[in-house]
Nanobody
Framework: QVQLVESGGGLVQAGGSLRLSCAAS????????MGWYRQAPGKRELVATITGVGSTDYADSFKGRFTISRDNAKNEVYLQMNSLKPEDTAVYYCNCRQDWRGGNYWGQGTQVTVSS
């Protein structure tokens, strides 16, 4: 089992920045693929993922504005969000995927609101 706790959300003006954090606990977190997703009214969408060795992948909409990183010593994952827009308003979720044993875990989410 893996537990995920997000933090760092809040209210920010358009053009501003926020840094989300995800604290992970449980087995094999350091070798798991971690990701950030978001959900506005509608479907949940991928923002970015990072593997245990630090390889990153971003959905096209976020390239250049958002940066995912991780600290395996702390079992934490981060999402640095810059140049925020009102349409970035959503609940942001941390995800931990352990494909080799069928694990797929989610945090409770953190609200990000960008005002115009």
């Amino acid at each position: 089992q893996v537990q995920l706790v997000e933090s760092g959300g809040g209210l920010v003006q358009a053009g501003g920045s926020l840094r989300l954090s995800c604290a992970a606990s449980g087995s094999f977190v350091s070798i798991s693929t971690m990701g950030w997703y978001r959900q506005a009214p509608g479907k949940r969408e991928l923002v970015a993922t990072i593997t245990g060795v630090g390889s990153t992948d971003y959905a096209d909409s976020f390239k250049g504005r958002f940066t995912i990183s991780r600290d395996n010593a702390k079992n934490e994952v981060y999402l640095q969000m810059n140049s925020l827009k009102p349409e970035d308003t959503a609940v942001y979720y941390c995800n931990c995927r352990q494909d080799w044993r069928g694990g797929n875990y989610w945090g409770q989410g953190t609200q990000v609101t960008v005002s115009s």
